[in-house]
């Protein structure tokens, strides 16, 4: 089954369009997670996550804007996130638009913005919460990654 199949669209979608298809699977993924409390928000908090316990995460966000392009440090981790990733066989995208992340997964328990550079989806019984959208994002990645796109970027639909 192709992406457009699951998506409803014909073949001769083109490929802006499937972006934004993806975009909508993604929000609906991460408002999913966060209602199941299946969301890891953080750089670090992923890599704890990562580390203790790796087949539980299902799903990976990157995020960053033009303020964090030249942060050295947060890119190392994103390439550290990226190899884990490759190596354990999690999908993982890249959105540009922090701020919309930040506001979908919500804030800290002060209130402040929580940091939405790095978000996971995970799953700890794999029998108790399935998502649609996981199934779509899924599709795009493979789809993606045979076209040599190995960190595909998706855009957030417009509120």
Request: aromatic share 6%; glycine share 4%.
């Amino acid at each position: 089954m192709t992406f457009e199949e699951v998506c409803g669209q014909d073949n001769g979608t083109n490929t802006s369009d499937r972006m934004c298809s993806a975009g909508s699977a993604l929000e609906e993924l991460l408002l999913s997670a966060k209602k199941n409390d299946c969301l890891t928000v953080g750089v670090y908090e992923s890599a704890k996550v990562m580390n203790v316990d790796p087949d539980s995460v299902a799903f990976c966000v990157l995020a960053t804007d033009e303020e964090y392009e030249c942060d050295i440090a947060l890119q190392i981790h994103f390439t550290l996130i990226q190899a884990f990733c490759f190596d354990n066989d999690i999908n993982i995208v890249r959105v540009s638009d922090i701020d919309r992340l930040a506001d979908i997964v919500g804030s800290d328990e002060t209130g402040e913005p929580k940091d939405a550079h790095c978000i996971l989806v995970t799953n700890p019984n794999l029998e108790s919460w399935k998502d649609p959208a996981l199934e779509k994002l899924s599709l795009f990645c493979e789809e993606r990654r045979g076209m040599y796109e190995w960190v595909p970027a998706i855009t957030l639909p417009e509120r």
